[in-house]
């Protein structure tokens, strides 16, 4: 026997009772590695005929869930599918968070694991199907059954038992094993333990290489490697193995001299696993980090269940209790991180060795002091991290970044509840190349609900007109300083019916420049006020209950309109335009914010309109033209998506009849079309169609002289169908690429939105006296929201 260095499989031994085995999932035999202990025996029983067919990883297929899931695996599996009995007894997989990996659909089908250790029970059915044909007795003829020690089969069962709903699962459950027998002959019937030579463990590494491994097991430890064995390690780092070594059960402050070589040979590709136990506090036998801190990762250790015989969970009965056999030490915490290895390579069949312990390492849950430490290296094992995206992510196929988390789009009011329950399945790569499919809906924000009732009752603006007969002036002192045009504003024009009871917003002038031909001037307000204005139309001024003629769908601020109208007889042709902010709650900065920090869309808006009036009819009917440079009917979008904007079509019509002098009623109806501009992903195809409505009465003098009775329903402009098409990766191939494909959002809300509102203005005591009652079902277009309901009451006077 070759004994350039003699290296032992350690392992401490422990007992539990049944009962915490299956209630508490205590059940473990721990498992040796490295420094000193005790040795537990198994008996060697033939050699293995039982052969494993390797599966290639499968294709990368996206997964539209809102939690990113990697790309490149077999289809996911609900998570509650693996609380079973089974997973409870197998502690290391519920500790480690192996869940987040199995429900996605990670096994370790296809990916071999190596195991050098002291052999294998091939007739564990733990094993059945999955025990590649090149395992061997590198050491002897003696076959893979070992009599005298259960160390090999005990730390495969760590890494790939099987889910098989008997005794104990192993984090990489399908994963196929490569079971390399290099203990020295004779070694493990003695009371030291199974002992191991250089050259039979290199020989094992090599053979593992050789067998395809993507991941190789040394439960091993002792003094440093010598050459062969060192030239091996570099061989599996050039093939892009994994090696996983235990750190050592001495309990000292450096890890074992066996494992600091192996690590030094392993060019990035070595991990060091150190023991904690179920409440990650570091292993009273288990070596520390020590200078070896920046590849030590610590794995479950301490009481791993469970020693088999024949096939089963062994019991042994004493003093009337049950009791199975569980495994204490490092041996146990290295294949709890060769099978993380295993679970890691099959579903991002792209990594490197070097990049699978990167995510590892980078990965691992903070223990110990802060950061990297002496004593815990890295940390503890997180496969549910490590199965998370890391670094920037980008849309696969593409170097265009695309955050996790991050907000992908903010609708606006049109759209009411669209953004809720919509899907945008993609792939985006992580730093790390790895596929993960995404929904990029997740990232949809609703544009905010505003209330209506109050903004109209806590309005401090003050309004001042002058002028009559060739020219109209009014303005407003807003003692807040800040003007939103809120869609629900109203009509704010200086007509004889409701200057006294309309809120007037801004500056706006109005001129009679020649017969028949007028003009109005206004800051900090739409044009489409203007316009009523100049076609001398009469509405009653509600406080809730909006005109959709004045409603672009959006929140807007900072405009300038211009209006001018030219008579014709009982016809007249108005042309009108407008510039202003669209104002979203987007997180985008652009050029230009408001005060509040909120971006601002230019919104530039031209139409025109013909009215005429015959006898006591009015009709009026518009077109106008509204281009966004930003927005697509006041919704913002990732930049990165590549939307520049839309083009809206408004076509409006309106019909007032007036059948008694103190009657009026009137009705109106406003038809959008938008078309978004876009490059990049937005795809073919992306609009809108809009639409809102009005009704309306009002009865002059009813009650008294001076009051006006108004009743008005309503509905604000409202997505009626339509949405944005994406062309986006929707599937990966680690071979061939992005797989690309249109995805359709729908902006239409389920929610609709209608107010009716009662007003009653009248004079009172020297001012105006207003009552208010209204009714809003689906407030803001959400189906969810309970009516809203309410009840104003005020008076107001000028000074």
Known sequence: MNRDGVYRSLALIGRLPLTAVVGAGLAGLAACGGGGGGAVNSTPSGTSSATATATPAPTATASATPTATPGAIITPTPSASFQTAEYIRSTGPSQHGAITAWAAGASGQGVTIGIVDSGLDTTNPEFAGRISSTSTDLAGSRGLNNADSDHGTAVAQVAAAARNGVGVMGMAFNATIAAMRVDTAGSCATSAGCSFSDNAIAAGITAAIAAGAKVINLSLGGSSPNANITNAIASAASAGVVVVVSAGNDGTAQVDPFASGVRAAGNGNVIIAGSVGSTNVISSFSNRAGTEAASYLTALGEQICCQYENGVIKTTVSGGTTYTTVYNGTSFSAPQIAGAVALLRQAFPNLTAAQAVSILLNTATDLGATGQ????GRGGLDIAAAFNAQGATSLAGTATQMAL??????TSPAMGDAAQGASVASVVLDSYGRAFGVNLANGLRSASLMPKLAPALVNQNRGFSLGGGAVAMAFSVDATGRNLALPWSGALRLSQEDAGVARVLAGRVIALVAPGLSMGFAMAQGADGLVASLQGQDRPAFMIAGNPLEDIGFFRSGETSLAIRRGLGQWGLTVMGQQGYGWTGSPWQAVGTSSQGESRDLVQRFGFAFDRRRGDVEASLGASWMSEQRGILGARFNPALGAHGADTVFVDAALGWRPYPDFHFGAAWRQGFTQARGSGFIGAGSGLVTNGWVVDGSIANFFKFGDLLALRVSQPLRVERGGMNFHL?????????????????????????????????????GGSAGLNLFWRGNPGHYAALPDDRGVSLGWKKGF
Do not use: N
Request: no cysteine; aromatic share 12%; net charge negative.
């Open 405 to 410: 988390g991050g907000t992908s789009a903010v």
């Open 373 to 376: 430490d002496t004593t815990y």
């Open 729 to 765: 990766p929707v599937a990966y191939d680690y071979d061939t690429g992005a797989v690309w494909g249109m995805r359709r959002l729908s902006l239409a809300p389920t929610g609709r939105e209608v107010d009716a509102e009662l007003a009653w203005q009248f004079p009172l005591k």
